[in-house]
């Protein structure tokens, strides 16, 4: 397999990207896109960040940015990182624009109809950002879904998924010697899923992970029988307290998206329907 970073920056909501990259990719055997999702980008803040995260993971950047100075911004970041960065919708617009004789709007997200799916997606957004990788244990509570898991088994991708969904997402890491915050196991209505994967799959990702930050040591973190005592200790805990397990081993985020969502359904059939969502 071909793994590589691939950095989605929008404006918007990201499916536009998404959705390109995804029917793109499908053209190109054993390439494993991990991929980094920049939605509602709309600050010079947020840029930097952003650009300071594809210069720790580098790799092909696509973005949909109406604002000029955002996108010179990414531009001339990208071009000094000497990564290549396309904006995907130029050509498209250039096409209507000299067919149609007039300007595009230049106005973000303009393709969502301003309805009630597309305020939940932006709020289910937020809350998951705010809650991914153990932030803000205070609001558990409020979240749809908690996914939990050790290290790269694929709970923050899997997260902002769901959330682009208007499903408000949270994720916990089970981290060795680190207590899992206490709102975890008080939460009422919230539904807990844990994420797992094979020991020598999770190796060789962590193991990718490291060379991506251009670390050549070797630690626990990536160590074979660490690794099966992690994945053995989150499979106790989540048998412990009735937690559904899901091995996204041979899953993609949507396979593990889709399961989740089923798994949820069943157990609260009653209660809100997220495939409505």
């Not at 950095?7 to 190109?28: C, I, P, Y």
């Not at 600050?43 to 210069?55: G, M, N, W």
């Not at 020598?200 to 690794?227: A, F, G, M, P």
Request: hydrophobic share 35%; net charge negative.
């Amino acid at each position: 397999m071909a793994e590589f970073h691939l950095h989605l920056v929008s404006d918007s909501t990201g499916e536009t990207l998404q959705s390109m990259a995804k029917a793109s990719l499908v053209q190109f055997e054993k390439a494993v896109p991990i991929e980094h999702v920049w939605s509602m980008t709309r600050t010079v803040r947020q840029l930097d960040d952003i650009i300071e995260s594809i210069e720790e993971n580098p790799g092909l950047v696509l973005f949909t940015l109406v604002n000029k100075e955002l996108r010179d911004i990414l531009e001339k970041g990208c071009r000094e990182l000497n990564i290549p960065c396309v904006s995907i919708l130029d050509p498209v617009l250039a096409a209507f624009s000299q067919y149609l004789g007039q300007e595009a709007r230049n106005r973000p997200g303009r393709q969502h109809m301003l309805d009630q799916q597309y305020f939940a997606r932006i709020e289910s957004l937020n809350y998951t950002m705010a809650h991914d990788d153990g932030q803000m244990p205070e609001g558990l509570q409020d979240a749809d879904i908690i996914l939990v898991g050790v290290s790269r088994t694929s709970k923050t991708p899997t997260s902002f998924y769901l959330s682009h969904r208007g499903i408000k997402t949270a994720n916990v890491p089970i981290v060795p010697n680190c207590p899992l915050p206490d709102q975890l196991f008080n939460v009422k209505g919230p539904f807990i899923v844990g994420l797992t994967t094979s020991p020598d799959r999770l190796s060789q990702i962590r193991k990718n992970r490291l060379l991506s930050l251009q670390e050549k040591n070797e630690t626990s973190y990536v160590d074979l029988e660490r690794i099966k005592e992690e994945v053995i200790f989150a499979r106790k805990l989540c048998t412990k307290h009735g937690w559904p397990l899901i091995d996204v081993s041979r899953r993609s985020v949507e396979e593990t998206a889709a399961q989740i969502i089923t798994l949820y359904n069943k157990r609260f059939s009653s209660e809100k329907d997220l495939t409505k969502v």
